[in-house]
Each structure stands twice: as structure tokens, then as C-alpha cells.
């Protein structure tokens, strides 16, 4: 599995938008970038995938450049309740997933 | 309400007694999955199963059990064997290979 490296906490404010980046620099061609959000004592929540260029939902944006060794999750308009740990995640499409620490994005009113 | 259950939310069992951790789906999923999560750390796999009657172990395995008789329900036993057993414990399935992963509420265990 490509490793993943995160920062380990982000601060913002309430209506601002946030951007996490993930690099993987080794991350394989069968690969798939995968963002989940967990708020204390809950299991992860799905948030967004994608291979490459942009992908959007009603929830984020996933920018992933050309040579796919990083990525952005970016979380719009943020308020206090998404505050959580976000984890980025490649892996290939199949079964097992890995998670690492995570960022812990707090938001402040 | 389509989901995963997880049973029960707070667990607390002696040292040196097995303890099983039950995990229902009702949302159809082939495969399901079971991690660990301490504090302030990511997840970690233990087993997972991608069909009836079978499973693989994932990244920790040792000192637990699983089976996988039916669809709906894939429980998870801590033996006496775990060296650290004290943790919160989340269940997860998914519906095809690589896809999204739905996750229970997850049981936290002390044993003491």
C-alpha cells in the first residue's frame, strides 16, 4: 500500500474553506485516493474518491494533479460541526484499506 | 433503516475471558470488515470477509477470531491470547470490491 503523509492538526474559522493535502509519492497506477471524516467515538464516514483531475460532491472537492503524488481535499464553507479527523487513503480497489493518524481539522467559531 | 449494528456500545470483561463483539448488516454487503482504533491513532484491519464462509486476517490479527456463517453478521472474538485487548472497535461493510466502506458505531472495550 502507498504510504501517506497528512498534517497532523489544521485550525480554521467558521465560512472559510479548508484544504487538506495527502502526499503519496509512491502511490501505483492502480491506485485510488479515498478521503474519510470521523467525529470522536463514531465510526469514518465516507467522503469523497477519485483517480485523478477533480471529482465533487454535495460535501468536497477532490483535486488530484497530473502526476498524482499529493492531493487536496477541500472542504467548503466549513462550520463548527466539521470539526473531525479527516484520513487520506490510496490503495488499489480492492478489500483492505489502511488508515494512518489522520488530520485533526478543528474549527473555530 | 438500512445500516450496521454494532453490540453493545460499552463492554467490560476481566482479564483472561474471551468476549464477542456482535456486527450486523441488514444493507446486503459481500464483504465486511473488522478494525481497532486506539486513542488517537488510525484504524488498524483485523480481519476482513468477502463472501460467506470465508475470511482473510488483515494487518493484526492475533488473538482474535471470526466467522462469517451468514451474509448479515460477521463477529468478532477477543480471545484471552490478546495481549492488549483495550480499544474501540469498529465493524464496517462494503458492497463490492473497493467500494465505499459503511461503517458501525463501533463497541469500545475495557478489560481489566
Known amino acids: 500500500l502507498a504510504k501517506t503523509t497528512q498534517p497532523i492538526s489544521m485550525d480554521s474559522y467558521e465560512g472559510q474553506e479548508v484544504n487538506i493535502t495527502c502526499s503519496h509519492n509512491n502511490i501505483a497506477t492502480n491506485d485510488y485516493i479515498t478521503w474519510y471524516q470521523q467525529f470522536p467515538s463514531q465510526g469514518p464516514r465516507f467522503i469523497i474518491q477519485g483517480y485523478k483531475t477533480k471529482v465533487t460532491n454535495e460535501v468536497a472537492s477532490l483535486f488530484i494533479p497530473a502526476d498524482r503524488k499529493s492531493s487536496t481535499l477541500s472542504l467548503p464553507r466549513v462550520s463548527l460541526s466539521d470539526t473531525a479527523v479527516y484520513y487520506c487513503?490510496?490503495?488499489?480497489?480492492?478489500?483492505?484499506?489502511?488508515f494512518g493518524a489522520g488530520t485533526t481539522v478543528t474549527v473555530r467559531a | 433503516d438500512g445500516g450496521i449494528t454494532q453490540s453493545p456500545k460499552y463492554l467490560f470483561r476481566k482479564e483472561g475471558q474471551n468476549v464477542t463483539l456482535s456486527c450486523e448488516q441488514n444493507l446486503n454487503h459481500d464483504a465486511m470488515y473488522w478494525y481497532r482504533q486506539d486513542p488517537g491513532q488510525g484504524l488498524r484491519l483485523i480481519y476482513y470477509?468477502?463472501?460467506?464462509?470465508?475470511?482473510q486476517k488483515g494487518d493484526i490479527a492475533e488473538g482474535y477470531s471470526v466467522s462469517r456463517e451468514k451474509k448479515e453478521s460477521f463477529p468478532l472474538t477477543v480471545t484471552s491470547a490478546q495481549k492488549n485487548p483495550t480499544a474501540f472497535y469498529l465493524c464496517a461493510s462494503s458492497p463490492r470490491q473497493g467500494g465505499e466502506q459503511y461503517f458501525g458505531p463501533g463497541t469500545r472495550l475495557t478489560v481489566t
Open positions: 487513503l490510496v490503495a488499489p480497489n480492492d478489500y483492505k484499506l489502511s
Open positions: 470477509s468477502q463472501i460467506v464462509n470465508d475470511f
